[in-house]
């Protein structure tokens, strides 16, 4: 298995709601990534798990919180966002968190905040 | 974030014609690149690499440059096709960690 996979496709919720989106690989890879990308702007970086522990936080609001249950998931936890936050969330995996090494994205949950 | 951007933010081509398409990054620090195909409704995908110790690389019908001199990167694709229609980035790596920042997009478009 050399994909990432990301659940629900789409998602759409107000923002008294509660939700989470899913992430899952099967290639062993220790690192993975939460990204946010806005239509026609370039991803950005999220969140970094390195070996089930939260490597890197890039000033992400609290609304926010992502979880690492075992090196294989990776879920994003969403509570009172704002439409602003409405984006295409991008999950990906790499082998390792050292340098050179290359990340695998899955195809994303297009979130619609109300 | 970095300062990694992009020349030509569309371009089209022609079916059969080779693409060419630009990156400056501006920090000198970066030892390691990737460019991603995006395409409509999809994830990023890996398209190739060059690590800073090298000026050239090659795929099958790509081939990334890398001037160091002048911080500029170039994605060349061969015979571009129709399924070569996508959004483009390059994305650099300035830390030791695997810290990626993305440049802004091309998007190709080619004409069949």
């Known amino acids: 298995d050399t994909e990432v996979t990301q659940t629900p496709k789409h998602l759409v919720m107000g923002m008294t709601n509660k939700k989470s989106l899913k992430c899952e690989q099967h290639?062993?890879?220790?690192?993975m990534y939460w990204y946010k990308q806005k239509a026609k702007k370039p991803p950005e970086l999220m969140f970094v798990y390195s070996y089930e522990k939260l490597s890197i936080n890039e000033s992400v609001p609290s609304r926010f919180s992502p979880e690492c249950p075992n090196s294989s998931l990776l879920n994003l936890h969403l509570h009172a966002l704002q439409p602003e936050d409405s984006a295409l969330y991008l999950c990906a995996s790499s082998q390792g968190w050292g340098s050179y090494n290359e990340q695998f994205f899955g195809p994303g949950t297009r979130l619609t905040v109300l | 974030g970095e300062n990694v951007g992009l020349h030509l933010p569309t371009l089209s081509v022609q079916e059969g014609d080779n693409s060419i398409i630009n990156c400056a990054y501006s920090n000198s620090a970066s030892d390691y690149f990737i460019w991603y195909k995006q395409e409509s409704g999809k994830g990023p995908q890996f398209i190739i690499d060059?690590?800073?110790?090298?000026d050239k690389r090659q795929g099958q019908r790509v081939t990334v440059l890398l001037n160091k001199t002048v911080k500029h990167l170039s994605l060349q694709i061969a015979a571009t096709q129709p399924g070569d229609s996508a959004v483009y980035f390059c994305?650099?790596?300035?830390?030791?960690?695997?810290?990626?920042?993305f440049g802004t997009g091309t998007s190709l478009t080619v004409i069949p």
């Open positions: 060059i690590r800073s110790n090298m």
């Open positions: 994305a650099e790596n300035p830390f030791t960690g695997n810290q990626f920042y």
């Open positions: 290639m062993g890879h220790r690192a």
